[in-house]
Nanobody, 123 residues
Framework: QVTLVESGGGLVQAGGSLRLSCAASGRTFSGQCMGWFRQAPGKEREFVAVIRWSSGLTYYADSVKGRFTISRDNVKNTVYLQMNSLKPEDTAVYYC????????????????WGQGTQVTVSS
């Protein structure tokens, strides 16, 4: 069992920055990947970014590439999502998730999910 707790969401103006954190506890393994997803009202949950615990390899959705950075602290068992140049269309509930595979981007490849944290970007 893996427990994930997100934090760091909030309200920010367009062009601003936020850093989300995801603290993982329980049965975490070096072979796992940690992903960030988001879901806006009335929309499907969409992939944002993923990182592999062991190697630090990353993969991003095109919509956030160059603006968002995913990173991890293996000692603290925490994954971060640094979000810069935020846009109103980034407004969503952001979820972190733990899964397996080679940098998975599909939500059904993830086994554990956090409760989500709201990010609102005003124009």
């Amino acid at each position: 069992q893996v427990t994930l707790v997100e934090s760091g969401g909030g309200l920010v103006q367009a062009g601003g920055s936020l850093r989300l954190s995801c603290a993982a506890s329980g049965r975490t393994f070096s072979g796992q990947c940690m992903g960030w997803f988001r879901q806006a009202p009335g929309k499907e949950r969409e992939f944002v970014a993923v990182i592999r615990w062991s190697s630090g390899l990353t993969y991003y959705a095109d919509s956030v590439k160059g603006r968002f950075t995913i990173s991890r602290d293996n000692v603290k068992n925490t994954v971060y999502l640094q979000m810069n140049s935020l846009k109103p269309e980034d407004t969503a509930v952001y979820y972190c998730a733990a899964g397996w595979g080679t940098l998975p981007s599909a939500s059904d490849e993830y086994d554990y999910w956090g409760q989500g944290t709201q990010v609102t970007v005003s124009s």
